[in-house]
T-cell receptor, first 114, second 111 residues
């Protein structure tokens, strides 16, 4: 079974731009969660999608948004990028919603904002 | 507000010895705890978990201990191997809510 894939793997943007990251979950998994990883902060939860609906949301500003498609693929968008948005963005898939099951992570997208 | 804390950013252990990674938490509502291992350029991979109704769970060389009164979680790796060198994250869950992750401990196993 193929794992979680994320594209692109690396991205460089400038302040004020917007960016869209993509995540394809493991086949059959319907839950996708997004995390931001920065040094010293660990993994910070952004949001969870299940069956195209956002179920849970972390404590991030509205510049961070996401969506999920009918095939369970998910995208995350960050508008008006700030230097502090530089991070590794990880997505994780799970068979069910509500964090009932372990999550399987993709390799991440490394975003650098200059 | 960091609800899950890993106070040791790094740990070095000789091959064959025991590695003990520690994690503290503050929220008594957590009902499930997990450890993930992360190699560079890869996403975290699930290692072992424990329910809040248990105090120990073993899987091969890996054992997780939970002390609910102290709100403390630990991962024991015995014997440690060079391939265990990675960053280890502990995570805690409130059912239906989210996973909260610690900041990670970088383990180096010296051959």
């Amino acid at each position: 079974k193929a794992g979680v894939t994320q594209t692109p793997r690396y991205l460089i943007k400038t302040r004020g731009q917007q960016v869209t990251l993509s995540c394809s979950p493991i086949s059959g998994h319907r839950s996708v969660s997004w995390y931001q990883q920065t040094p010293g902060q660990g993994l910070q939860f952004l949001f969870e999608y299940f069956s195209e609906t956002q179920r849970n949301k972390g404590n991030f500003p509205g510049r961070f948004s996401g969506r999920q498609f009918s095939n369970s693929r998910s995208e995350m968008n960050v508008s008006t990028l700030e230097l502090g948005d530089s991070a590794l963005y990880l997505c994780a898939s799970s068979p069910g919603a509500g964090f009932t099951y372990e999550q399987y992570f993709g390799p991440g997208t490394r975003l650098t904002v200059t | 507000d960091q609800q899950v804390k890993q106070n040791s950013p790094s740990l070095s252990v000789q091959e064959g010895r025991i590695s003990i990674l520690n994690c503290d938490y503050t929220n008594s509502m957590f009902d499930y705890f997990l450890w993930y291992k992360k190699y560079p350029a890869e996403g975290p991979t699930f290692l072992i978990s424990i329910s809040s109704i248990k105090d120990k769970n073993e899987d091969g060389r890996f054992t997780v201990f939970l002390n609910k009164s102290a709100k403390h979680l630990s991962l024991h790796i015995v014997p440690s191997q060079p391939g265990d060198s990675a960053v280890y994250f502990c995570a805690a869950r409130i059912t239906g809510n989210q996973f909260y992750f610690g900041t990670g401990t970088s383990l180096t196993v010296i051959p």
